[in-house]
Nanobody
């Protein structure tokens, strides 16, 4: 199993970034996919999740209306479009794959290596 994130970088407050996660080594279309983030000195937290079919999504309250998670099962990829970025969005963002939603973010799921997002004020 491999999850490879890309698209992070440095952006000014109010800017946008699109993160991508390329998946391989498992049946991507059957997995619940999500994005987590971890800021320095803080615990890793769920940002957004999307069902295997892509029909239902979940968001952390602080990113609702600003971030959009999507997936392309034909390409085995999941994306996170981030708009109106704020300094508090600065973190390492991780892609996560779980066979079922309740396993998301646990030791029973798969993680990417992370991509750094830095929002300057």
């Amino acid at each position: 199993v491999q999850l490879v994130e890309s698209g992070g970088g440095l952006v000014q407050t109010g800017g946008s970034l699109r993160l991508s996660c390329a998946a391989s080594g498992f049946t991507f279309s059957s997995y619940f996919m999500s994005w987590y983030r971890q800021a320095p000195g803080k615990e890793r937290e769920l940002v957004a999740g999307i069902r295997s079919s892509g029909g239902k999504t979940d968001y952390q309250d602080s990113v609702k209306g600003r971030f959009t998670i999507s997936r392309d099962n034909a390409e085995s990829a999941v994306y996170l479009q981030m708009n109106s970025l704020q300094p508090e969005d600065t973190a390492v963002y991780y892609c996560n794959a779980a066979q079922i939603r309740v396993l998301a973010g646990t030791g029973g799921s798969y993680w990417g290596q992370g991509t750094q997002v830095t929002v300057s004020s």
